[in-house]
Each structure stands twice: as C-alpha cells, then as structure tokens.
Nanobody, 112 residues
C-alpha cells in the first residue's frame, strides 16, 4: 500500500502564493502518476487540479493553467500555486494512481 501525507496549506491573500507538498511512503515503486485534486467549498466532488506522470507528462486543469505548477521528485509531488484567487479556496488532496483512499487533505483559503 501507499500512504500519502500532505502539507503546506494555509491562509493567503488574493494574488499570493503557496506551495503544497506531498510525500508518498510504502510501495512507492508502484506509483506512475501523482498530483492534486481539490474540493471546492460547497461542493461534494473533488476535481483534478494537476497531475504528473513518471515520464513528466502533466495534466493541468484549465482553471489553474498558467498559475499553478506541478512537479515531482521521486515519491514526492509539489504544487506551486501563484496568483491565487478566492475561488481557489478548497481542500487540496494529494493523489497517486495506486492510492486506496483519500487523505485528510490540506486547507487552502484565499481571502479577497
């Protein structure tokens, strides 16, 4: 099994930046893709933010393209979030293709 641990959320003003980190442990050799999903306030579904494969191929949501960057270092994945907007306020969840359950996530709040 693979365990994921997120960190780096917080409160920031609109236009500011935050960097999220996630470290995978356990059977990390099984991982191909890692990334981030988020659940916006008032929503029940999580939506893809960005993910990156072992080969470096990225898949980034149009809503954050040009503002957010996803990167990896082996079993760690990062999300650099710049030019944050209030509508980015959400709980952000780390993802990998072999996860069996979601973690607690990390809250990102962007004030206007």
């Amino acid at each position: 099994q693979v365990q994921l641990k997120e960190s780096g959320g917080g409160l920031v003003q609109a236009g500011g930046s935050l960097r999220l980190s996630c470290a995978a442990s356990g059977s990390t050799w099984r991982i191909d893709s890692m990334g981030w999903y988020r659940r916006l306030s008032g929503k029940t579904q999580r939506e893809l933010v960005a993910r990156i494969s072992n080969s470096g191929t990225t898949n980034i949501s149009d809503s954050v393209k040009g503002r957010f960057t996803v990167s990896r270092n082996n079993a760690e994945v990062y999300l650099q979030m710049n030019s944050l907007k209030p509508e980015d306020t959400a709980v952000y969840y780390c993802y990998c293709n072999v996860m069996t359950s979601w973690g607690q996530g990390t809250q990102v709040t962007v004030s206007s």
